[in-house]
């Protein structure tokens, strides 16, 4: 025997059929709060990797790069190029201070610092007088830099593979490669590439 399945429908009186709850006020404020949450956690995230790996902002501590740089400026480093780029003579990069640092220059330790790459890998360098010579060439310093070069002469120096030497645009009174050596790669976190403060010096460095 088999049920017979009837093809009529029941009707509903809507008056007795459930309402629909709306969301209380504490509902919706504890989903906006949810909401907002995430928003932050993905907004701190993006900035953290922003940081670590695209560019980060550095505070100007001492007169060593007057007067392209002065004391209170804010530069903007890329990082990326120097993780996905060329390092060239001539540019401003930022990199960790060699251990050396206090010692050879009986100065205060400091995490990071800020010089111009004189010397790529394999250069010949040396000065005469305030006159830097590159591969038997003189050195076109064609920024802006205060001499005389100081009391520090650039020794004759072959720059090692996978390092760089560093000068101060403020030659007389920077404590740079003349003073603790060259800087390996691996130490550089990137290139100096926008004056972000003051705003009246705003622009490409």
Not at 173 to 188: F, H, K, L, M, Q
Request: aromatic letters at 10%; glycine letters at 8%.
């Amino acid at each position: 025997m088999t049920d017979d399945v009837s093809g009529a429908t029941t009707s509903i009186d809507p008056a007795s059929a459930p309402a629909a709850t709306a969301p209380t006020t504490a509902s919706r404020r504890r989903r906006q709060i949810g909401e907002w949450s995430a928003i932050l956690v993905v907004a701190l995230l993006l900035a953290f990797l922003f940081r670590a790996y695209v560019a980060q902002t550095f505070y100007i501590p001492s007169d060593s790069m007057n007067p392209n740089l002065i004391v209170g400026d804010r530069i903007l480093v890329s990082k990326l190029s120097v993780e996905f780029g060329t390092i060239h003579r001539g540019d401003i990069v930022v990199f960790r201070a060699p251990s050396n640092l206090v010692d050879a220059c009986g100065t205060t330790p400091e995490t990071y610092l800020v010089k111009r790459v004189i010397g790529l890998p394999g250069d010949h360098l040396y000065s005469q007088g305030n006159t830097i010579y590159v591969n038997g060439h003189v050195l076109d310093q064609s920024w802006a830099h205060i001499e005389p070069l100081g009391s520090r002469a650039i020794t004759p120096t072959v720059v090692p593979q996978n390092r760089y030497f560093m000068l101060g645009d403020n030659e007389p009174i920077s404590c740079d490669s003349r003073y603790w050596g060259t800087v390996p790669r691996s130490a550089i976190t990137g290139k100096a590439v926008f004056l972000i403060w003051p705003l009246n010096r705003l622009g490409f460095l």
